[in-house]
């Protein structure tokens, strides 16, 4: 039988990274209240940095959980917005900030929830980032939660 992972062991407060692009500042904020309310519920200490936009988030990440190696983060939100333009560059930023949080998951098994939105058009990324129940922020936090319970699990913590 499988060994559920789905609460988070309530031991110590969890210490949670959060890295937004700050490039569409108003999906930012939003995407921000979203994450903050999942991880204020559970209780979890955050710390917080902004970068200029998605690209750079992946980097971000690796550059803080290597200043941090002792005492690292349980866990990572990435938080940001691309929006379809007229170019190839949404494909790039897109795919390869994906690429770039996968990669560190993968290699560094880091415990991250991805809520880069990747979107058409500004009303599909404020739909995606509103006070309800599909804010991809608070989605984000979740899915960090739940793969540090994974974590946890697996590690027999």
């Known amino acids: 039988m ?6 988070v062991k309530k031991c110590a407060p969890l210490r949670i990274l959060i890295v937004e692009a700050r490039f569409y ?9 979203g ?4 991880l204020d519920e559970a209780g979890c200490t955050v710390e917080r940095f902004s970068v200029p936009g998605a ?11 290597a200043a941090r190696k002792k005492q690292p983060y349980d866990g990572v939100v990435a938080l940001g917005c691309v929006i379809q333009g007229e170019t190839y560059h949404f494909e790039i930023v897109s795919n390869e900030s994906a690429r770039g949080l ?6 560094q098994q880091l415990a991250i929830g991805n809520g880069i939105l990747t979107v058409d058009t500004p009303a599909q990324a404020a739909a995606r ?3 309800d ?3 991809k ?3 984000a936090a979740r899915a960090a939660l739940a793969m540090i319970a994974l974590k946890q699990t697996l590690a027999g913590a």
């Open 25 to 33: 500042e108003h999906i930012a904020d939003a995407l921000l209240r």
């Open 133 to 135: 129940d599909r804010n």
């Open 55 to 65: 690209l750079e988030i992946p980097g971000a990440i690796a550059m803080a959980a």
């Open 129 to 131: 980032s509103g006070d």
């Open 35 to 38: 994450a903050m309310k999942v």
């Open 2 to 7: 499988a060994k559920k992972a789905s609460a």
């Open 102 to 107: 996968m990669d560190l998951t993968v290699n």
């Open 137 to 139: 922020g608070a989605a």
